[in-house]
């Protein structure tokens, strides 16, 4: 009997329906980019100072501008090295006092400042810029930074929890039915999120929106290579990350556009609710109905396809077998991803890939938004890299292998972090082609371990062994950003070192992949 790539060899392996199909799940790829590294934007942190009413009269009184206010009133203005102080702390002595003069008025209270008492801001901070963010509205900055970790670290725990469990559900029930479910949950979430009322709200939304965004993303992944032929699986997975590249773009544009966290958060939400005409827009997989022993359904879209592509189905083509090995159990389990020697291996090298990759990517987004002179121009242009990366690997892969390409990558991500160190502050056009190389290095490999592990899992396995090794890189995405934020703090250049000689020294290891 005849499998599935046997009978799309006629029926067209990337005809109409195929490029109808990529187009619509490409859509969704690009969706996801809000809420993986939206947090550059909704989490944006500004310029911010102490906010003290005593002052803000005494500013009044004298006709003081901007700079004279910050000149007389901060702690540590002017000092790099001294940050902290300028941003959380205040000099405890009485702003409202009749006796301060409008010029340098602490000279009257101390000789020197230094000796004059310091204490954390008491009345919210001032933050110069003219949007807002999350960390503006409700003050994310301080001794509450660690509230901002937190809401990246959330959405990262709905992405392990939900792609695992999802993963299993959709290779017990069904592709199509999880992506309709998923979406509807992410679209609903994503706008209440954005009329939270108060930052519990809000993460609470944020975790609901990370259980379900990424395993919709990963069985849209799923069902294009799963339509497509076996000659097309390779082109079509890195297209769809490419799509997520687009979204790079577009979400610069659309935050640029909306500096309001609200309006921005709406904006790239609601578009997700189109997504639920991919009911009637996009059928199930015949491969996994196959792997379910409903071959009569999978033939029925199979022939569905062939009208698409305006071909028949060959009568001798009209039994169907599954496309692995008989015998296969019909409901997956997580004991079947570590069952074989072999399956194990590349289960446990790919949590590991996944794991890393997955730190350094999101951390050197991160790290742009902390650092960037203009974070739109930034992002804007780190995301354009990534469009080499995907044309490096599908001139590369079936040439050369994925070892070497993945290998070489993750070398060029580490040692552009690490040279990223010793540039200069003012050199900032240096420092962006560093960044520019080290994502580009770190995209190349997350997008080769994303093509490859759907490869090496049969059907009845591959969402959920895609799934379970991809949610691995969620538990680097929760530490992510408590490393990149908390070691700023210590040194800005600090998560660059770590990032660097982790990535730098993997070895060349002749078991991954093949």
């Known amino acids: 009997m005849p499998s599935v790539d046997d009978i799309l060899e006629h029926i067209g392996e990337f005809h109409f329906f195929q490029k109808q199909t990529f187009f619509l799940l490409t859509l969704l790829s690009a969706a996801f980019t809000p809420i993986y590294v939206g947090i550059v934007f909704l989490g944006f942190i500004p310029n911010h100072r102490c906010w003290n009413p005593g002052v803000a009269k005494l500013s009044q009184r ?179 990350q490419v799509a997520f590249t687009v979204g790079l773009l577009v979400l610069t544009g659309v935050a640029y556009a909306l500096p309001h966290w609200r309006w921005l958060q709406l904006a790239v939400t609601l578009p997700n609710f189109c997504f639920l005409l991919y009911y009637w827009c996009i059928p199930e997989s015949p491969r996994w109905l196959i792997s379910q022993n409903k071959a009569g359904k999978a033939m029925k879209i199979i022939k569905h396809i062939a009208k698409k592509n305006g071909k028949s189905v060959p009568a001798t083509l009209q039994s169907l077998r599954a496309d692995e090995e008989a015998g296969q159990k019909l409901n997956p389990s997580f004991l079947d991803l570590v069952r074989t020697p072999q399956i194990r291996k590349h289960t446990l090298i790919l949590m590991y890939i996944w794991f890393t990759s997955s730190v350094l990517y999101q951390g050197l987004i991160m790290h742009m938004g902390l650092v960037g002179e203009n974070i739109y121009l930034d992002f804007f242009y780190s995301a354009l890299v990534e469009f080499p990366a995907a044309f490096i690997i599908i001139l590369t892969i079936d040439r050369i292998g994925r070892r070497y390409p993945w290998a070489m990558s993750n070398v060029m991500a580490g040692v552009a972090c690490l040279a990223s160190v010793f540039v200069p502050d003012d050199a900032h056009w240096l420092k962006v082609i560093l960044a520019c190389l080290g994502r580009m290095g770190i995209t190349t490999a997350f997008e080769i371990v994303c093509l490859v592990n759907a490869e090496l899992y049969p059907t009845f396995i591959r969402n959920l062994g895609v799934l379970v090794c991809s949610s691995v890189c969620d538990i680097g995405g929760i530490l992510t950003p408590f490393l990149v934020y908390r070691l700023s703090e210590l040194w800005q250049k600090l998560p660059l070192v770590v990032f660097g000689e982790k990535f730098s020294q993997q070895p060349l290891n002749r078991s991954l992949f093949f």
């Not at 203005?77 to 205040?90: E, N, P, R, V, Y």
């Not at 409700?138 to 670290?153: T, Y």
């Not at 479910?181 to 009329?195: D, E, K, Q, R, Y």
């Not at 290579?225 to 076996?230: I, L, R, Y």
């Open 62 to 240: 004298c006709g003081w501008s901007l700079a004279e206010e910050l000149n007389y009133t901060v702690p540590g203005l002017g000092a790099a090295d001294k940050t902290f102080l300028q941003q959380c702390m205040q000099y405890e002595v009485d702003w409202n006092q009749s006796t301060l003069s409008c010029m340098d008025p602490l000279s009257s209270l101390a000789d020197n400042r230094s000796l004059l008492p310091l204490g954390p801001c008491q009345h919210g901070w001032v933050y110069d810029t003219p949007g807002s963010s999350i960390v503006t509205e409700f003050d994310l900055v301080c001794a509450h930074s660690w509230m901002l970790d937190l809401f990246q670290s959330a959405v990262n725990v709905g992405f392990f929890v939900g792609a695992v469990a999802i993963g299993y559900l959709a290779d017990r029930f069904g592709r199509k039915i999880c992506l309709i479910i998923t979406v509807f949950i992410n679209a609903s979430s994503g706008v209440l999120m954005a009329i939270s009322p108060n930052y519990t709200w809000m993460l609470l939304f944020r975790l609901i929106q990370g259980l379900v965004s990424k395993a919709g993303w990963i069985i849209g992944y799923i069902l294009i290579t799963e339509f497509v032929g076996m000659s097309y699986r390779r082109t079509v997975g890195i297209l769809y």
